[in-house]
């Protein structure tokens, strides 16, 4: 079956770097793209940006900008996602989903397990 | 920017009875607009795509409308399993949000 699965809890302290990765399995990897979606803690749901795990390309919120870098290893069928300068309010689960290989965003099925990522010092 | 405005907050029902989600786009966003539905400690799933369509394995019992600039969940009859976080989503030339939730609790 079609499945993302995500890496483990991370504690960072602010102005550290995270990386988060996301293997998929159960469908042809370079067809699809991957979208990061993060939910801070009792709050909603929040695009952070997308990767076409076809050609590489991204984009990114724009809020984002210049802190994040997504990335895919087709040899193993893996995303990453990387923040930087983290701060307090980037305490959240960090989710990766499947998406569309040419654009992102019409809808994201399946969803990985979440990673929550949490920034204190 | 496109902001999507999701209504009610909270929806109190009890098994059996329907459940109408309302979801207004800021502005117009076509048909791409999407539904999720999350429960606590669990990621989001898909519900339904295109404003319209079920996803792979949904009931029945959910349907959408749309499109436009208002978009609709419908569950026909609440089952216990279905009282949940419901999400909607939308791409656009604006960018990509989602709106900040409906909370179906059991009344």
């Known amino acids: 079956q079609v499945q993302l699965v995500q890496s483990g809890a991370e504690v960072k302290k602010p102005g550290a770097s995270v990386k988060v990765s996301c293997k998929a399995s159960?469908?042809?990897?370079?067809?699809?793209?991957i979208s990061w979606v993060r939910q801070a803690p009792g709050q909603g749901l929040e695009w952070m940006g997308w990767i076409s795990a076809y050609n590489g390309n991204t984009n990114y919120a724009q809020k984002l900008q210049g802190r994040v870098t997504m990335t895919t290893d087709t040899s193993t069928s893996t995303a990453y996602m990387e923040l930087r300068s983290l701060r307090s309010d980037d305490t959240a689960v960090y989710y990766c989903a499947r998406d569309e290989v040419s654009s992102p965003g019409y809808w994201f099925d399946p969803w990985g397990q979440g990673t929550l990522v949490t920034v204190s010092s | 920017e496109i902001v999507l405005t999701q209504s009610p907050a909270t929806l109190s029902l009890s098994p059996g009875e329907r459940a109408t989600l309302s979801c207004r786009a800021s502005q117009g966003v076509s048909s791409y607009l999407a539904w999720y539905q999350q429960k606590p400690g669990q990621a989001p799933r898909l519900l339904i795509y295109?404003?319209?369509n079920r996803a792979t394995g949904i009931p029945a019992r959910f349907s959408g409308s749309g499109p436009g600039t208002d978009f609709t969940l419908t569950i026909s009859s609440l089952e216990p399993e279905d009282f949940a976080v419901y999400y909607c989503?939308?791409?656009?030339?604006?960018?990509?949000?989602f709106g900040q939730g409906t909370r179906l609790e059991i009344k």
């Open positions: 295109d404003a319209s």
């Open positions: 159960g469908y042809t990897f370079t067809s699809y793209g």
């Open positions: 989503q939308q791409r656009s030339n604006w960018g990509i949000a």
